[in-house]
């Protein structure tokens, strides 16, 4: 099951309906106690942050977040001294271009207040 499947389900049930009947559960069903309502309210949350934390990782490079390796910073060094852009670096890198500007900061390449440019 997807969790925006089971988003819909845990929804579902805190407003007090079954989900696969779509009928109204009884005042005295389980999933009509105050406690447990608000446990679903709370794994609401807790998913619609996942599932958007997800999205937002799957936009991300490849590479991202990932440790650099010393090949990957001499390459680095040697792509950015013949003048690639940040936009070629970050592409052949599948890094984004703050990790690229940070890493050329980091190595000595750029001056930090290249970042705030």
Do not use: C
Not at 69 to 94: P, R
Request: hydrophobic content about 35%; cysteine-free; overall charge neutral.
């Amino acid at each position: 099951m997807e969790m925006s499947e089971a988003l819909e389900v845990i929804k579902l049930l805190s407003d007090g309906i079954d989900p696969e009947t779509g009928e109204l559960l009884t005042d005295n069903h389980i999933f009509n106690n105050p406690k447990v309502i608000r446990s679903l309210f709370v794994a609401i949350k807790a998913l619609e942050h996942s599932i958007k934390t997800n999205r937002r990782r799957k936009l991300l490079p490849e590479n991202a977040g990932k440790p650099w390796t010393e090949d990957e910073d001499s390459q680095l060094i040697e792509e950015f001294d013949k003048g690639e852009n940040m936009a070629q670096l970050s592409k052949h890198h599948l890094r984004t271009k703050g990790a690229i500007t940070a890493r050329l900061v980091r190595l000595g390449k750029i001056n930090d207040s290249f970042r705030y440019l």
